[in-house]
């Protein structure tokens, strides 16, 4: 399984980006996927999640309201759709799937948000 991230890049506060995750197989085979971050100097944390067929989502309090993140799996594609975008979100994001209990890791991108 391969994972590649994009999207990323430099916006101002307030602005908009939308990350891709594309995989290498069918995303409908993984039991579920998500974005992850990590700002400089902290660990990972999960941002998003969003299970096999797209039914249930779930956001980290953070971004509730601002960020979406959807699937597209006769694409094998991900994505995440951040609005209102604040300085705190400048990080690395990353596209994790679940495959039975082992997670893929894609190798990020790269998100910074200006004041």
């Known amino acids: 399984v391969q994972l590649v991230e994009s999207g990323g890049g430099l916006v101002r506060a307030g602005g908009s980006l939308r990350l891709s995750c594309a995989a290498s197989?069918?995303?409908?085979?993984?039991?579920?996927m998500g974005w992850y971050r990590q700002a400089p100097g902290k660990q990972r944390e999960v941002v998003a999640g969003?299970?096999?067929?797209?039914?249930?989502?779930n956001y980290a309090d953070s971004v509730k309201g601002r960020f979406t993140i959807s699937r597209d799996n006769a694409k094998n594609t991900m994505y995440l759709q951040m609005n209102s975008l604040k300085p705190d979100a400048t990080a690395v994001y990353y596209c994790?799937?679940?495959?039975?209990?082992?997670?893929?890791w894609g190798q990020g991108t790269k998100v910074t948000v200006s004041s």
């Open positions: 969003i299970t096999n067929g797209g039914e249930t989502t």
């Open positions: 197989g069918s995303t409908y085979s993984f039991n579920a």
């Open positions: 994790m799937a679940l495959l039975a209990t082992r997670r893929y």
